[in-house]
């Protein structure tokens, strides 16, 4: 098999790959509490383990990068454990580094990422690289990936059971490293106050975006029912979610970068 670590190319073997037109996968997650229940790492877990997945099985087709593990998460600092970026310092560190990819040579770049707050941000890199680079750049948030299975697996109330350290995201770390999962901590946890127009849910957005310190609003540091988690449903979901994602890398790598037309 290829090499699919970036870093663990020498400088001829990533020139190559680039030549190859691989799709570079940068995962993206944060360090911040996920309740009493499941690690700070958890969307650093679930974006790299589901990006390394993907590209193992598609390894003539993408790189991987070494991931990004802080994000932005201002609003989970009154518990313990949580690292957060400002949003412009963020911005900047992931458009920086796809600047760098870019130079040397790729055109396709996928941001991978694992935490919800990230999303505004990387949206706003990609934007970056794409328009200040000769790469193209996209972003997906990997439970955007992962239908049909949460569809079929969820037991939990919507709005509201998938949300944060969820039946969810639990289930996935019961999947990928259920030795960091204690189940016994594990406890139910709604209480987004309750609104027509803002709620929160991995699976539904509210047509209001808004979001509150956490502290306000949950006692464990979560929003969701983990107690409904099970490795089963994790092992579904991953699977959805790095077939979905080996389908868009071989879709992206084939993607036609058109030539700008300047209408001056
Ligand atoms: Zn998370």
Do not use: Y
């Given at each position: 098999?290829?090499?699919?670590?970036?870093?663990?190319?020498?400088?001829?073997?990533?020139?190559?790959?680039?030549?190859?037109?691989?799709?570079?996968?940068?995962?993206?997650?944060?360090?911040?509490?996920?309740?009493?229940?499941?690690?700070?790492?958890?969307?650093?877990?679930?974006?790299?383990?589901?990006?390394?997945?993907?590209?193992?099985r598609c390894p003539a087709d993408a790189v991987l990068m070494p991931q990004v593990h802080y994000g932005f998460n201002e609003h989970h600092l009154d518990f313990p454990g949580?690292?957060?970026?400002?949003?412009?310092?963020?911005i900047n560190y992931v458009t920086d580094i796809g600047k760098s990819v870019a130079h040397h040579g790729f055109r396709k770049i996928l941001f991978i990422n694992g935490h919800g707050s990230n999303v505004p941000f990387l949206d706003i890199a990609a934007r970056n690289i794409t328009n200040r680079t000769p790469a193209i750049c996209?972003?997906?948030?990997?439970?955007?990936?992962?239908?049909p299975a949460v569809t079929e697996i969820r037991e939990s109330e919507i709005p509201g059971g998938m949300a944060h350290g969820c039946e969810l995201e639990t289930s996935v770390l019961l999947y990928l490293r259920p030795d960091l999962?204690?189940?016994?901590?594990?406890?139910?946890?709604?209480?987004?106050?309750p609104s027509k127009w803002i709620y929160w849910d991995l699976q539904k957005s509210s047509p209001v975006t808004f979001m509150d310190f956490f502290s306000r609003f949950s006692r464990t540091g979560i929003n969701g029912d983990p107690t409904l988690a099970t490795r089963e449903k994790?092992?579904?979901?991953?699977?959805?979610?790095?077939?979905?994602?080996?389908?868009?890398?071989?879709?992206?790598?084939a993607r036609e970068i058109a030539q700008r037309v300047d209408h001056h």
């Open positions: 098999m290829p090499k699919i670590c970036w870093e663990e190319h020498t400088w001829p073997e990533l020139r190559e790959a680039a030549r190859q037109g691989r799709v570079v996968v940068l995962p993206v997650g944060t360090i911040e509490q996920h309740g009493p229940h499941l690690p700070l790492a958890t969307d650093c877990i679930t974006s790299r383990e589901m990006s390394r997945l993907a590209v193992e949580t690292i957060a970026v400002d949003g412009p310092t963020f996209a972003l997906a948030p990997w439970w955007t990936l992962a239908e999962v204690d189940m016994s901590q594990a406890v139910k946890d709604i209480n987004f106050p994790g092992e579904r979901v991953v699977e959805c979610v790095v077939n979905n994602l080996v389908d868009f890398i071989k879709e992206f790598r």
